[in-house]
């Protein structure tokens, strides 16, 4: 007789964003890789076409399911695992050539994994161990800048980089807005110009 097969449900199938479906898929590369989870050379970290990235999704979400069934079956060798991550991701933070919070960002999917699949896991400790300090040089876009990634970027990107810049928001933001967040301010039947809505909702 054979074996019912499990469904999981995997983190890029949450959000509503297509961009933060996208996001968490390139997110999850970092873990998977460092924990032998997935083939090196079926992933690319760098920027690449969208056919290359949709020929990743076999193995990513072949390699979500190990990572579930890992949790489930042996917790231990996993929490080993995300500290050792956590550890080598430090030591880039302390070396000036990462930033602290992206160590957060690239947990958010396997964080939102268990979640979704119930899977008994405690990340308060964990957390705890990531350096706070942030060594890279942060800084807001110049005009410039801005302008250039106007020139190059299509109409959906183009309009959240306005949004963003004009409302001092960081991109995990984009993901609390919702079309109604956008008003269209009317003076005698004529529409003004649109603006953002400080407090967005969250979902």
Same mark, same amino acid.
């Given at each position: 007789?054979?074996?019912?097969? #499990? *469904? ?17 898929? =390139? ?16 992933? +690319? &970290? ?17 390699? #979500? ?5 890992? %949790? ?18 430090? *030591? ?7 930033? &602290? ?6 947990? %958010? ?20 161990? #990531? &350096? ?9 876009? @110049?005009?410039? *800048?801005? @302008? ?7 109409? @959906?990107?183009?309009?959240? /980089?306005? /949004? ?9 933001? %984009?993901?609390?807005? +919702? ?7 009317? #003076?005698?039947?004529?529409? %003004?110009? @649109? ?6 909702? =969250? =979902?």
């Amino acid at each position: 007789m054979a074996m019912e097969k #499990i *469904e999981m449900m995997l983190p890029w199938e949450a959000p509503k964003s297509p961009i933060s479906r996208t996001d968490y898929k =390139r997110r999850s590369r970092f873990l998977l890789e460092f924990g032998g989870y997935v083939n090196p050379k079926l992933i +690319h &970290h760098e920027p690449c076409p969208p056919f290359v990235i949709q020929a990743e999704m076999p193995e990513l979400e072949r390699s #979500i399911r190990a990572f579930i069934m890992d %949790v489930m079956n042996n917790p231990m060798k996993v929490k080993s695992l995300i500290i050792r991550f956590i550890r080598a991701q430090n *030591e880039l933070v302390d070396a000036g050539k990462n930033n &602290h919070l992206s160590i957060r960002l690239r947990l %958010v999917p396997f964080k939102l994994t268990l979640d979704l699949n119930d899977a008994p896991f405690s990340w308060r400790k964990l957390m705890r161990l #990531i &350096h706070t300090r942030n060594y890279t040089k942060d800084r807001e876009y @110049g005009l410039a *800048e801005i @302008g250039l990634m106007l020139a190059r970027a299509t109409p @959906g990107i183009r309009m959240a /980089i306005l /949004i963003m810049a004009s409302a001092g928001m960081r991109v995990e933001a %984009v993901d609390l807005l +919702h079309v109604k967040d956008i008003k269209s301010p009317e #003076i005698d039947g004529r529409v %003004v110009c @649109g603006e953002v809505s400080v407090y967005a909702r =969250r =979902r």
